[in-house]
């Protein structure tokens, strides 16, 4: 089965400045690839699909690429409601699991 | 407006059975999957398997084949999670979601605490 890999586990930043996270999976996964932010105590919200489609209502600021293996999540102004735990995810085919998170703090 | 409604917190005690639910709404139920998703105390997101709702076929990752049963009621609306045995490892938040296939409605989840 493949396996997602994040890269970091966590990371600090001041405000403003550009966060990228990275997620790599063990194979080959087209576009099929999402990103989701889950802030403490509550719902995990979808935030990109297809690897670079930005969900309606999400702040311009987050932006995916990648396709394949590699994949990132940017986000280009850290904002102090951006502290939340990101998570990627493949769709492409089942089992569909989770990278083991990205937790952003501020510094 | 789509939504996923989710049955209320459950503690259970070891060797106990235990079944949770996640009724759709706003949407053609038997048109989507549903996904079934863990989260340990201060641990990620684990996908653990979804289900067809229209025909019950369903997917289960290996990590949670054989631990739990996963199923659907079209007649209601509602996706099922079931255990037969439950063991303190399984104390966690549960969460539902329609599968497009991205996860975009989510269930407000299910905490099940397993403890003697």
């Known amino acids: 089965d493949i396996q997602m890999t994040q890269s970091p586990s966590s990371l600090s930043a001041s405000v403003g400045d550009r966060v990228t996270i990275t997620c790599r999976a063990s194979?080959?996964?087209?576009?099929?690839l999402a990103w989701y932010q889950q802030k403490p105590g509550k719902v995990p919200k979808l935030l990109i699909y297809?690897?670079?489609t930005l969900q309606s209502g999400v702040p311009s600021r987050f932006s995916g690429s990648g396709s394949g293996t590699d994949f990132t999540l940017t986000i280009s102004s850290l904002q102090p409601e951006d502290v939340a735990t990101y998570y990627c995810?493949?769709?492409?085919?089942?089992?569909?699991?989770f990278g083991q998170g990205t937790k952003v703090e501020i510094k | 407006e789509v939504q996923l409604v989710q049955s209320g917190a459950e503690v259970k005690k070891p060797g106990e059975s235990l079944k949770i639910s996640c009724q759709g709404s706003?949407?053609?139920?038997?048109?989507?999957?549903i996904a079934w998703v863990r989260q340990m105390p201060g641990t990620g997101l684990e996908w653990m398997g979804i289900?067809?709702?229209?025909?019950?076929?369903?997917r289960y990752s290996p990590s949670f084949q054989g631990q739990v049963t996963i199923s659907a009621d079209k007649s209601s609306n509602t996706a099922y999670l079931q255990w037969s045995s439950l063991k303190a490892s399984d104390t966690a938040m549960y969460y539902c979601?329609?599968?497009?296939?991205?996860?975009?409605?989510w269930g407000q989840g299910t905490l099940v605490t397993v403890s003697s």
């Open positions: 979601a329609r599968s497009d296939p991205q996860l975009h409605y």
């Open positions: 706003g949407y053609s139920f038997t048109s989507y999957w």
């Open positions: 194979q080959g996964i087209g576009n099929y």
């Open positions: 289900i067809y709702p229209g025909d019950s076929d369903m």
């Open positions: 995810q493949k769709y492409n085919s089942a089992p569909r699991p």
């Open positions: 297809g690897a670079s």
